[in-house]
């Protein structure tokens, strides 16, 4: 059996075990520390714009964003469908409630057009408007963010960029993450960079920042004595982790780009192939970090992605399908719902490829010769 072909698996650049060793010399093994504090400021370098709070995980800073909006119990929020489940699972856990709204063709994100009508919907029905939105950058690609942010500002509601899957994904020029009044990073194995586990909330300013911070470590007032007027989280970065960060750091360009030039590979390896369609960026303004590489598959082809998905495995490569549309989930079944069937469209129809950027281009030739023989049949 050749070797399996994954996913998206953790690549390292070189640094991070002697980063790590570093720590343990000095006995920083603790939440916080020097190493959180170097990721911060390296993180910001990236992004070029806002301050970085490192936490545990992105689907912390999911929840710290919304807590920093003020989304409490009654309110709803505006999340895409189409999405992975840690995107809404905090609306939740502020005792919110979601709204699902659709994507639209061209980047499979939120459809301005639906957002619009949703808020103007839920006003309707609960004469209030959504406390905050919920835009996804799905496997990079980034949203239509002018849009999406000119109906917000028309609102007055604030967006919460989820980035957890677009670090180094740019719209109009500027770092998905940077583009919303908050933005979310994870550092999950499977993300374009890892912490082990981690993310990041990125604030607008220094203030909102030493705010979450305040939120992420137990909201404890400055006394000498432990003091709580609110309640708190413990949701910052080990230092540890920290270490395993500013390692990718050195690397995370490259990566990008290796995404990125695994997605030309797959384009070019499987062009002639009727029926089968390489995502790529629907035009200038979108630059995807293609976190992972994305197909449709035709149904004129006679082949379902779950079809495909198999006989990939049986040659040992693992691919997945899209993720399930959360208005599609039971859990999520008595959300109010905006849609025209596409996040669904496209659910039934697409497959993502091995995209980590430890991989071949012999692997990629393996994933490619693969998929010629199955839609020879
Ligand atoms: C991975 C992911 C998250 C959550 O990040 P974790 O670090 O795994 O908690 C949130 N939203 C999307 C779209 C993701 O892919």
Same mark, same amino acid.
Request: with cysteine.
């Given at each position: ?120 919907? !839920?006003?309707?029905?609960?004469? $209030? ?48 993450? /940077?583009?919303? $009044? ?12 890892? /912490? ?61 780009? !290796? ?33 992972? /590489? ?77 998929? !010629? ?5």
């Amino acid at each position: 059996m050749k070797e399996r072909i994954k996913l998206s698996i953790n690549h390292m650049g070189g640094s991070e075990r002697k980063r790590v060793e570093k720590v343990f010399d000095s006995n920083w093994i603790v939440p916080l520390g020097p190493e959180v504090d170097e990721f911060e400021r390296r993180l910001e370098g990236f992004l070029g714009a806002g301050k970085v709070v490192a936490l545990s995980a992105g689907t912390a800073a999911i929840h710290l964003g919304l807590v920093m909006l003020g989304v409490s119990k009654g309110d709803e929020v505006i999340c895409q469908s189409f999405t992975f489940s840690a995107s809404a699972n905090p609306i939740i856990y502020q005792g919110a409630n979601p709204v699902f709204v659709d994507s639209e063709h061209q980047t499979w994100d939120i459809s301005p057009e639906l957002l619009e009508e949703a808020i103007l919907d !839920r006003m309707k029905a609960t004469g $209030r408007y959504p406390k905050a939105i919920i835009p996804v950058h799905l496997y990079g690609m980034p949203a239509k963010m002018e849009e999406i942010l000119s109906i917000a500002e028309k609102y007055s509601i604030p967006v919460l960029e989820d980035s957890a899957e677009a670090m180094g994904s740019r719209y109009k020029g500027k770092m998905c993450g /940077t583009l919303g $009044r908050y933005g979310v990073l994870s550092f999950n194995g499977n993300k374009m960079i890892t /912490t082990s586990g981690g993310g990041a909330l990125i604030c607008p300013d220094e203030e909102a920042a030493k705010r979450a911070k305040f939120y992420a470590t137990q909201a404890r007032e400055s006394l000498p004595y432990y003091y709580h007027k609110e309640i708190g989280f413990n949701y910052r970065l080990s230092n540890v982790s920290a270490a395993i960060g500013c390692g990718q750091m050195e690397v995370v360009d490259e990566h990008i780009s !290796r995404r990125r030039q695994i997605r030309r590979l797959y384009a070019q390896g499987l062009s002639g192939i009727e029926g089968i369609k390489v995502m790529d960026n629907p035009g200038e303004d979108f630059d995807s970090n293609f976190w992972l /590489t994305t197909i449709l598959i035709d149904p004129s082809t006679g082949k379902t992605p779950d079809e495909v998905r198999l006989a990939l495995d049986a040659e040992n490569i693992e691919s997945r399908l899209l993720w399930r549309p959360m208005h599609m989930q039971p859990v999520f079944s008595d959300a109010p719902y905006y849609g025209r069937n596409v996040a669904e469209d496209l659910f039934s129809k697409g497959l993502c490829l091995p995209s980590g950027s430890s991989l071949s281009d012999n692997d990629i030739g393996r994933v490619v010769d693969c998929i !010629r023989v199955i839609f020879k049949k």
